[in-house]
């Protein structure tokens, strides 16, 4: 019965294992309370409570994950202030999910979502070991975008797989790296998720167009960009053949490259590029040749890597590689103590 707690650069985090009361409960609740929202507890399944919060700010959105055993959250009636007038998406992402509000009770899906209140009581209740995520949107924004959203509190929001798909990993690449990035950027991580939110929540025709243009545009190419790292070495990997698993034209595709600032096939070899940097650096691949961290890089032509290389860094790969070989030996002569590395 631990509870652990960590707020810096907008983020925390509250861990907790035991039952329902007792002094460390209530600490680990009221932390809970004052960092998201206010609320009591209890198990859903068993005798004690066993879950994790993680949370982070980004700009006017908060997003929050809670994972763990069956849990049942029943907002209480001491709501802080800041997030009384807030609205939470609550998205089953990886648990099944009940909720009951304003005499409405929904049993989601994996994937499924359903817009809450925090002025008005309410219950939260995560069926099976899993996890959710909780988008907190202030009511007045949210009111600008899609002004009749009170309508669709404690219902159901029914969104497409892509839609679903896109937001979630929005919401998670933010909550990952948006402490790490500056307030212009995760200001512009909140506006996409916000206009994912209101996609998803239906809205009227000219906000849809501007949150088409935005953030569902920027979510398209955050996924085909972390599509592309994962598949540098992939043979097939062409601009046609990734369009046609992301369901898109290959002009779309390109336009959304071109409106980041680049194209399909520079970033493509840039980051097989930096893959090869990687890979001729790091110690534990100096058994392997160059043929092989290239194809390994997505490089089959050998003397186009070398020359794309050579421009990109200013050295042939061996010079890399060499250079990195000379550095740790002048580690080893400073710090004699300490083997090389293999």
């Known amino acids: 019965m631990i509870p652990a707690f960590v707020a810096e650069n907008a983020m925390f985090q509250c861990r907790y294992a035991g039952p329902a009361g007792g002094p460390r409960y209530e600490q680990w609740r009221e932390e809970f309370g004052r960092r998201w929202l206010s609320a009591d507890f209890e198990p859903a399944d068993g005798a ?74 309410a219950r939260v209740t995560q069926i099976n070991r899993g996890s959710r995520w909780s988008i907190r949107i202030p009511r007045k924004l949210l009111h600008e975008v899609c002004r009749d959203f009170d309508a669709k509190v404690a ?4 969104a497409s797989g892509e839609l679903t798909k896109l937001l979630l990993h929005q919401v998670e690449t933010a909550h990952r790296f948006g402490p790490r990035l500056g307030a212009e950027a995760n200001h512009a991580m909140a506006q996409h998720i916000l206009d994912l ?5 239906g809205t009227d025709k000219d906000s849809a167009h501007a949150a088409i243009q935005r953030g569902l545009a920027a979510a ?31 002009r779309y595709v390109q336009l959304l490259f071109e409106r980041g600032g680049t194209s399909f096939t ?12 990687r890979l001729l650096r790091e110690p534990s691949q100096r058994w ?3 043929s092989d961290i290239a194809s390994a890089a997505g490089f089959h032509d050998l003397s186009y890597f070398n020359r794309a290389f050579k421009a990109r860094y200013g050295a042939t790969p061996r010079e890399i590689r060499a250079s990195r ?18």
């Not at 997003?63 to 049942?72: E, F, H, S, V, Y």
């Not at 398209?220 to 990734?242: F, G, S």
Request: neutral net charge; hydrophobic residues 45%; charged residues 25%.
């Open 288 to 290: 392997r040749k160059v």
């Open 266 to 277: 520079g970033f493509v070899l840039e980051q097989r590029l930096r893959e090869a940097y």
């Open 220 to 250: 398209r190419l955050d996924a085909i960009k972390a599509d592309v790292l994962r598949r540098l070495a992939a043979p097939e990997l062409c601009l046609d053949w990734l369009a046609a698993r992301h369901h898109l034209s290959a």
């Open 325 to 342: 070989i000379a550095a740790d030996r002048d580690d080893q002569v400073l710090c004699p103590g300490v083997p090389l590395a293999p």
């Open 48 to 121: 004690d409570i066993c879950s994790e919060f993680r949370g982070t700010e980004h700009s006017f959105l908060g997003l929050c994950t809670m994972r763990g055993t069956p849990l049942q959250a029943i907002r209480r009636d001491d709501v802080p202030e800041r997030t009384r007038d807030c609205l939470y998406l609550i998205v089953a992402s990886a648990s099944a999910i009940h909720t009951r509000q304003r005499g409405r009770a929904n049993d989601l899906g994996l994937g499924e979502m359903a817009l809450m209140s925090a002025g008005e009581p």
């Open 155 to 158: 219902l159901p929001v029914t």
């Open 197 to 201: 939110a209101v996609l998803c929540l």
